[in-house]
């Protein structure tokens, strides 16, 4: 026991000169340099787990020592808590002269499946030793709501050729909260397009899936989706036979309609109903073969 002690006070002793060592040899910096956030103001969907935010020093050509810098949470709208909601890596950095930027991480557990806007997070640089603090002393995240279309569908419907039961499962994904920007991935490497024209605001669209558009490889097939139907119409020249009594149509971009649930500020369902037959044309060479493909009406349906 004697011999424990004595080896574990000179591990203690020895850990301690280390670190007087490190803190002795800082030298800090003593020129004009100013420090701040790289960006003020940041917009970041709710469903972000993780962001970085540089910490810059600016005039910094002539630094003949070392700057630190503290910054923490400074404030929320959202009453959001640090270590639970927003955990905050390191506080304190040492910048060394030939460092100019370092990373400010930060993770996220913001999500809420509530209908909540406007909510924020402010960082501040709170101290500094051989530099000041500049004009962007401070960084603000704003939580955009994650777009009520994004997630997993699950489409059901009928087989056009066998009239069996058809399920398929699907993801749609935007840029941003609006619906400008929507596509339709079929997970075989390119997305489709979606165009919504708003009929009630974030209740009910219409929906137009463009003609004929690749969606990727699968099995050496060039895929790609598109209208299909059992009939002729009028005999139109771009309805084309593929097989007896099914039709496919390089021209007309498949129809459907999306209707949204909502009770007490939260989403209770998501129904995308495809008004059209639509199916998922494979193409090698000059042989033609369907993957998935539905009957007029199948839906969609959110999972997530």
């Excluded at 059209?276 to 007029?296: A, C, E, M, R, V």
Aim: include cysteine.
């Amino acid at each position: 026991m004697k011999y424990i002690k004595i080896i574990g006070a000179a591990l203690t002793a020895a850990l301690l000169a280390a670190g007087c060592d490190d803190n002795d040899g800082y030298k800090i910096n003593t020129t004009d340099a100013v420090v701040g956030f790289g960006e003020t103001v940041i917009s970041l969907k709710e469903t972000e787990e993780f962001v970085t935010i540089p910490i810059v020093i600016e005039n910094d050509t002539e630094r003949d020592g070392d700057v630190i810098v503290h910054a923490s949470m400074k404030s929320s709208n959202a009453g959001f808590e640090t270590d639970k909601d927003i955990i905050i890596t390191t506080e304190t950095f040492r910048l060394p002269p030939e460092l100019s930027t370092i990373n400010f991480e930060v993770a996220l557990n913001v999500y809420n499946p509530e209908i909540t806007t406007g909510r924020n997070v402010e960082f501040q640089i709170t101290s500094v030793s051989g530099a000041s603090v500049g004009s962007n002393g401070t960084c603000r995240i704003d939580f955009v709501e994650q777009n009520f279309v994004e997630g997993v569908y699950v489409i059901t419907g009928q087989n056009m050729i066998y009239e069996t039961r058809a399920t398929a499962r699907v993801s749609i994904s935007t840029t941003d909260e609006t619906l400008d920007n929507v596509w339709l991935n079929f997970g075989i490497g390119t997305l489709a397009v979606m165009n919504f024209t708003e009929i009630e605001p974030e209740l009910e669209y219409d929906i137009e899936i463009e003609p004929f558009q690749f969606i990727g490889i699968y099995n050496s097939y060039s895929v790609y989706v598109t209208w299909i139907t059992n009939s002729k119409a009028n005999d139109d020249p771009d309805t084309m036979e593929l097989y007896a009594g099914l039709y496919y149509d390089r021209t007309r971009p498949v129809k459907a309609k999306l209707v949204r649930k909502i009770e007490d500020g939260k989403e209770t369902s998501l129904v995308i109903t495809i008004e059209d037959g639509f199916g998922l044309l494979g193409i090698l060479n000059d042989s033609y073969t369907w993957f998935d493909n539905f009957k007029p009406n199948a839906t969609m349906e959110k999972a997530d």
